[in-house]
């Protein structure tokens, strides 16, 4: 923590309330997975956990376990073994995460919905900012997702991204990426989570607990 130069009493006491709550809610799997975690990757889950106030308890945070393992070459022959160790990949809920967007100190709405198939999507050339044109008929199939911020002064900040722009990006996460959550398109958490996520990179963000979110992610 002093290495970090977060080493208050305070954030002592909540990082190891944090660690508690973690170690508690576990499953017998979960615990198991957790003890062999690398030291730095269990740290890094709680230190993140701690700042940004979620509960693991809660479901506000989780995290995803898998095999370590170190690569070496020797000539032209790479070979990749596994340590016996876990790394562990953080998760954060995307209700928590839109719950910290609404309780931004320059907030004055925040807002996402599903884009129907028969509505036309254009940019408007000069503000920047997106327009729909057509009904938008929850009963035809979603073609993609929308998020908007509105800042105190007025200032609009949205994203509008296809679903087959969802899917790309989600593939970049070459280690989490599961196609089956993706099959469906609408109503999907899977979909509105990536574009929240877009939408955090723009917005005006006067937290570092929205920032570790997105360190964590990337």
Known sequence: LSGR??????????????????????????????????????????FIATEIGASFAKKEISVLPFAASITTKVGDTVSKKNTGENDLTVVVDINFQKQM????????????????????VVSDLTTGNYCFDGKNDVTKPTIGYYACFVDKSGQIYDIFMTCAEIVERAKMNKVGFK??????????????????????????????????ILAADE
């Open 5 to 46: 130069k977060i080493n208050s009493p305070e954030f002592k006491t909540n990082f190891e309330k944090v660690a508690a709550d973690m170690i508690y809610s576990q499953t017998e799997d979960g615990l198991a997975a957790i003890k062999k975690a690398r030291p730095l990757a269990l740290f890094n889950a709680i």
């Open 101 to 120: 967007i609404l309780k931004m100190p320059n907030c004055q709405r925040f807002s996402t919905a599903e884009v129907h198939e028969g509505v036309e």
């Open 179 to 212: 196609e089956a959550n993706y099959v469906k398109t609408s109503n999907s958490i899977h979909y509105e989570k990536i574009v929240v996520r877009n939408l955090l990179k723009i917005i005006p963000r006067e937290e570092s607990k929205l920032s570790s």
